[in-house]
C-alpha cells in the first residue's frame, strides 16, 4: 500500500487548494478513504472521509462547508479541495486508509498566511 500526496502550499487567507492523494496496492474503490491533518503542537485530526463508491462524505465541523471531499476511483485518487482558507487550518494534510491496519502518507504541508 502506498499513498503520496500532493498540492499543498503557501496560500493567503480566503484562498484555495487543492490537494491530492495517489493510491496504488490496494483495490481502491473497496475502501474509506480519509483525510487528516495535524497543527504544529497539536494532535492530528479527522478532516473529511469519503465512501469507496463516492456516494457518502463526512466532515469534520470546522472545514464543513469549506472543504469538498471527492474521489477518482478510475485513476485511483482522492481529492481535497478546499476554499475559504483560514490560518487556522495551516497544518500538514495527511492521506489515510485502513486495511487492517491504517496506512499513511507522507504529508503535504498547507501554510495559510498573509
Known amino acids: 500500500v502506498q499513498l503520496v500526496e500532493s498540492g499543498g502550499g503557501l496560500v493567503q487567507p480566503g484562498g484555495s487548494l487543492r490537494l491530492s492523494c495517489a493510491a496504488s496496492?490496494?483495490?481502491?474503490?473497496?475502501?474509506?478513504m480519509s483525510w487528516y491533518r495535524q497543527a504544529p503542537g497539536k494532535e492530528r485530526e479527522l478532516v473529511a472521509s469519503i465512501t469507496g463508491a463516492g456516494r457518502s462524505t463526512d466532515y469534520a465541523l470546522s472545514v464543513k462547508g469549506r472543504f469538498t471531499i471527492s474521489r477518482d476511483n478510475s485513476n485511483n485518487m482522492v481529492f481535497l479541495q478546499m476554499n475559504s482558507l483560514k490560518p487556522e487550518d495551516t497544518a500538514v494534510y495527511y492521506c489515510?486508509?485502513?486495511?487492517?491496519?491504517?496506512?499513511w502518507g507522507q504529508g503535504t504541508r498547507v501554510t495559510v498566511s498573509s
Open positions: 489515510q486508509c485502513y486495511l487492517g491496519r491504517e496506512y
Open positions: 496496492g490496494f483495490t481502491f474503490s473497496n475502501y474509506f
